[in-house]
């Protein structure tokens, strides 16, 4: 390992980043803050249609661009859709830092990080205007803005 490897401190996120928004965009910020290397993982639509019932507005490759084109993250990945942790096991972060909504897949986490003798730690982040900036929300205001015109 180089000196650089040994003092990288990867962070992982996740998440389906639907409709990009100041919310996403605080998330990750945050993240960026708990470590030097961020690692945005972006859901698969079938994870996404699986967990919230229906496909997300934009495909998992518009997303993932969405992300990409912000330079927020130093790596943005597609999850997959075999074993939603297999991604964690790849990368081996030493942070996973959560959304203050995200519960889907996390119930597991320290199972995972004991079985695989990973030292990596778990924070949950704070929201940003949860009640403005919460894509399921911006999706409703989105209808109803062309149910207008």
Request: proline fraction near 3%; hydrophobic fraction near 35%.
């Amino acid at each position: 390992m180089t000196p650089a490897e040994e003092t990288q401190k990867i962070v992982m996120v996740f998440g389906t980043f639907d409709v990009f928004h100041a919310g996403h965009e605080h998330f990750l910020q945050q993240a960026r803050q708990l470590g030097n290397y961020l690692i945005a993982v972006v859901a698969r639509d079938a994870t996404v249609k699986n967990v919230k019932g229906e496909y997300p507005e934009g495909t998992e490759r518009k997303r993932a661009n969405a992300i990409r084109e912000t330079e927020l993250a130093d790596k943005v990945v597609i999850g997959y859709n075999d074993d939603k942790y297999r991604v964690i096991k790849k990368y081996k972060p030493n942070v996973i830092a959560l959304g203050y909504d995200q519960f889907v897949f996390t119930y597991k986490l320290n199972k995972l990080i004991i079985d695989e003798n990973m030292d990596t730690e778990i924070i949950r982040l704070d929201p940003y205007k949860p009640g403005i900036y919460k894509s399921t929300l911006i999706k409703i205001q989105n209808e109803k803005k062309e149910e207008i015109h």
